[in-house]
């Protein structure tokens, strides 16, 4: 008879993130509520986070809190948790309790090292029997898989990322099959990366890794050894290269008004090396929703709104023709006593205004490769000029970021 076992799959909590300044911690808390209850009505061999478990790499107490809380509870029902850093996390924040957490069959892997084997774990079932070996990549930093060297051009840099990339899941994929010590045992393998293809939502927050080049990297950068895939960083759940076994979970709760679509996590069931993935809805705990339109369908779907009850967070996104100089005000008194919170607005109309008045947009409007692509408009930069520029800002922002999530 095969063995069977089943596994879950989830990726970037971001707990700790805010939205527009407002505090989640409720929505955080009742999402993980619910995963230790589906862990456990699920019967839930492994648990697999594949990275971004925080929001910052320096997270609150509160959210810290909710963590280890999480943990606890779920230990007990599940006999494996595996977590892996994201680019959002801190490696050593979140390697630092690994011993203690390793003795209770929690693995932790915060950034690769010199030695591949790291990467490389064995779970075993409850009679001391090999049932998985989890290749588990962490957030691949620049440094972490290519040499910089003196004159090389932009696609050298592109070409070496992707090359190394796939080296290191070569490396960790042929680490496992030597593990193997059975022929049905299955491999699962992680990541935290952005995958050719992949599909991202207005206000995710998702950031290109490696410069943006990792866009392009193709499903075949993943050996066919590799049984399961499972994925991190982008938001929206989707298969990678329509692969039925290399997928993103995606986030479980919205990170911005434009991913208010259906939430998920991967239960995967292994029938020896068989994988059959089943995507189970998360549902929702802080109803979002974004208005976009003139005034007459704004007020009449808050007017809908309001007589349903609804708790919503809301973004107004005004485009009617006529120029509401006291919008915000409007919108105060349709929601005033409702329970419904309105936490943007933006008026497209004005806007329009003050750019023909030649003002510039403010910095809370535009994301930073925005103000960089307004910059080389502003000083008429060559088009032939323009891409290795822009590489060399991306270069220079994901350092930045990896610099703050390093301690």
Not at 273 to 298: C, H, K, M, Y
Request: glycine share 6%.
């Amino acid at each position: 008879m095969e063995h069977t076992l089943r596994v879950l799959h989830t990726s970037d909590w971001h707990l700790g993130r805010t939205l527009y300044g407002r505090k989640r911690h409720e929505t955080f808390a009742a999402f993980l509520d619910w995963l230790a209850d589906t862990i456990r009505q699920q019967r839930i061999d492994v648990l697999v986070v594949a990275g971004d478990v925080f929001d910052t790499s320096a997270p609150s107490n509160r959210s810290q809190e909710l963590y280890y809380r999480f943990l606890r509870r779920v230990m007990d029902t599940c006999r494996h948790i595996v977590v892996v850093a994201g680019n959002h996390d801190s490696p050593s924040f979140l390697s630092a309790p690994g011993e203690l957490l390793r003795a209770l069959d929690v693995h932790v892997v915060g950034a690769a090292t010199d030695t591949p084997e790291d990467e490389i774990l064995t779970l075993r079932d409850a009679d001391g029997e090999p049932e998985l070996i989890v290749c588990a990549v962490p957030y691949l930093r620049d440094r972490d898989i290519r040499l910089v060297e003196p004159g090389e051009s932009v696609e050298d840099k592109e070409r070496k990322l992707v090359e190394g990339v796939r080296r290191h899941y070569e490396a960790v994929a042929a680490l496992a099959e030597a593990r193997r010590s059975r022929p049905d045992l299955p491999v699962l393998a992680t990541g935290h990366l952005f995958a050719a293809g992949g599909k991202t939502a207005e206000g995710d927050g998702v950031r290109q890794l490696y410069v943006g080049s990792l866009a392009r990297v193709t499903a075949d950068c993943f050996p066919e050894t590799i049984d399961y895939l499972a994925l991190g960083h982008l938001h929206l759940p989707q298969k990678v290269g329509g692969s039925e076994t290399r997928r993103y979970s995606g986030s479980p709760i919205p990170m911005g008004f434009g991913e208010t679509g259906v939430k998920q996590v991967c239960v995967v069931d292994f029938a020896g090396r068989r994988a059959a993935v089943t995507p189970l809805a998360v549902p929702v705990f802080q109803e979002l929703e974004q208005i976009e339109g003139p005034w007459d369908r704004i007020e009449s779907r808050l007017r809908a709104l309001a007589v349903a009850g609804s708790r919503a967070w809301l973004e107004i996104v005004y485009t009617g023709d006529a120029l509401i100089s006291d919008l915000r005000e409007r919108l105060d008194a349709l929601t005033d006593g409702t329970g419904m919170a309105v936490l943007r607005v933006k008026n497209a109309r004005l806007m329009e205004r003050a750019l023909e008045r030649e003002d510039a947009d403010t910095l809370d409007t535009l994301d930073v490769h925005e103000v960089f692509e307004r910059c080389l408009a502003a000083h008429e930069v060559p088009e032939e000029q323009r891409e290795a520029l822009r590489l060399a800002y991306r270069e220079t922002v994901a350092s930045l970021f990896e610099a703050n999530a390093d301690d």
